[in-house]
């Protein structure tokens, strides 16, 4: 069993910030690429940021600059640094985590719950 739980969701005006924190419990041989991706109405779901166990960093064209992902490997937590926050950020963002549970199978994607980003004008 692998628990995804995220937090940090909220409101926030153009311009604000929200840290978004996403940590991934349960047993598990370990912890590969986190990420972010986020779905709008009416839109596909889109990769926000990702971040490799090594640090290495993927962004989302709209989003470099005002976003950093970042990751405590101690802690199997991720975070989404959101600065100057816009309307079009406006989604339920969700929280990837892909486990390698066990030695023969391979890397397996958990999702969490998701929570909801309002950026208001």
């Known amino acids: 069993q692998v628990q995804v739980l995220e937090s940090g969701g909220g409101l926030a005006q153009a311009g604000g910030s929200l840290r978004l924190s996403c940590a991934a419990s349960g047993n598990f041989l370990s912890l590969e690429v986190m990420g972010w991706y986020r779905q709008a109405p009416g839109k596909q779901r889109e990769l926000v940021a990702s971040?490799?166990?090594?640090?290495?960093?993927n962004y989302e064209d709209s989003v470099k600059g005002r976003f950093t992902i970042s990751r405590d490997n101690a802690k199997n937590t991720v975070y989404l640094q959101m600065n100057n926050l816009l309307p079009e950020d406006t989604a339920v963002y969700y929280c990837?985590?892909?486990?390698?549970?066990?030695?023969?199978?391979?890397?397996?994607?958990?999702w969490g719950q998701g929570t909801q980003v309002t950026v208001s004008s």
């Open positions: 990837n985590a892909d486990v390698r549970r066990s030695s023969w199978y391979g890397v397996q994607r958990y």
């Open positions: 971040i490799t166990s090594a640090g290495t960093t």
